[in-house]
């Protein structure tokens, strides 16, 4: 199904309900820890969890990607799950949050496929996509560990 399959974890030093909580602001836009990678903006509904909601991402790079998220299932401080609505990949990513000794245990499934024109699956051949997504997703993973350092 998907062209692409990749999950990356992380264990963070906060509960599930902080670190969650932490995820949804970034999505909406309210904080910029994942910054300079990646940032977020809520375009539709009234939070990230929200059934429905769209989230705007630009992943910053050379060149950036521009892509929507749509919220299709949420249970608080367990997991999120999006379906990539627009942009250049089609495809779900699922957020887990797991209690471990105080800690969390996140991880971020992307299973996707490029949706764009010729172009883009050109181009697909020669970037490593799967180590730019991982690069991507665990520069997020430290920047949520300074951002709630910082906080406590």
């Known amino acids: 199904m998907a062209k692409y399959d990749i999950t ?6 906060a509960d599930p309900d902080v ?14 820890w994942w910054m300079p990678k990646q940032s977020s903006k809520l375009r539709t509904g009234d939070a990230a969890d929200q059934i429905g909601a ?3 991402v630009t992943v910053h790079g050379k060149p950036s990607t521009k892509f929507t998220e749509k919220t299709i ?4 401080n367990e997991l999120l799950r ?8 089609r495809g779900e990513g699922l957020w887990k949050f797991e209690a471990i000794e105080g800690n969390t245990k996140v991880s971020y499934r992307w299973r ?6 010729l172009l883009l699956r050109i181009m697909g051949l020669f970037v490593n996509v799967p180590k730019a997504h991982s690069d991507v997703i ?15």
């Open 8 to 13: 990356d974890e992380a264990v963070i030093n």
């Open 19 to 32: 670190v969650f909580s932490a995820l949804l602001a970034e999505l909406e836009g309210k904080t910029s």
């Open 54 to 56: 769209l989230i705007d």
């Open 73 to 76: 299932e949420a249970k608080k």
């Open 82 to 89: 999006y379906q990539y609505v627009e942009g250049p990949f």
């Open 112 to 117: 996707a496929d490029l949706a764009g024109g």
């Open 138 to 152: 665990k520069a997020g993973f430290e920047g949520l560990k300074e951002h709630l350092k910082k906080q406590s």
